[in-house]
């Protein structure tokens, strides 16, 4: 009977049979021809790009070298880009042909030149670096007639400090004027004293001579009286 007929292993199926299998095995194959595109759309970047630096070199040579303003280096990556210096670079479109010279400033990133050939984007890079170089040297002007107009300050000279004269030693606020006030009070006792002194002292001394003459007297000592 039909029903009784074993039915065919899995191995023994044909290759159509496994579509899964099969969209696998063309996944990865798609995959690594996409990286392999990839790895050279990359590596093409960096070959033109390298060609535009070549071409700046000369340029980059006549600048001065005590100028800092420019750091030319190319950086790989997802979008290799040639750095001019800390705001500007070139970088390759989408269609990894066209040349795109780009500057970061306070209103946005904008697009300073755009080419697929080298020469317009070295006059567009040569004309940045021509300005920066000028401003520089506006700057550097403006600040050195800044200091010369600036007037420097005048040395001063150091004076010798003479040592303050001596001042009469004075008493103090709240002592001197009762000082002061008790002086002529002190003054007339004082000289009142001394006349009252000398009228006692001057009564006693001719009272003890006037009783000396007149027991002198009376005791016949003094000649010329009997």
Do not use: C, N
Not at 170 to 179: H, I, K, Q, R, T
């Amino acid at each position: 009977m039909a029903d009784d007929v074993p039915s065919a292993p899995a191995s023994a199926r044909p290759a159509s049979s496994r579509p899964l299998r099969e969209a696998l095995r063309r996944a990865r194959i798609e995959a690594a021809e996409r990286s392999d595109v990839v790895i050279d759309l990359r590596q093409a970047e960096i070959a033109r790009l390298e060609i535009l630096r070549d071409a700046l070199a000369p340029v980059f040579a006549d600048v001065p070298p005590e100028v800092d303003l420019f750091d030319v280096g190319l950086v790989p990556g997802d979008r290799p880009r040639l750095f001019v210096d800390m705001v500007s670079f070139v970088e390759m479109g989408r269609d990894r042909k066209v040349y795109r010279f780009l500057r970061d400033g306070r209103h946005g990133r904008s697009v300073a030149a755009e080419s697929e050939r080298v020469e317009p984007i070295v006059a567009a890079v040569t004309d940045y670096v021509a300005r920066r170089l000028v401003e520089r040297e506006r700057l550097l002007a403006q600040d050195d007639r800044e200091h010369r107009s600036s007037p420097d300050p005048a040395p001063v000279a150091a004076t010798p400090v003479a040592d303050p004269a001596p001042q009469p030693h004075a008493p103090p606020a709240d002592v001197a004027p009762a000082f002061v006030a008790e002086r002529p009070a002190r003054s007339r006792w004082v000289r009142a004293l001394a006349v009252l002194g000398a009228f006692v002292i001057g009564g006693t001394v001719g009272a003890i001579v006037v009783v000396a003459l007149m027991v002198a007297a009376a005791k016949g000592m003094l000649p010329g009286i009997g």
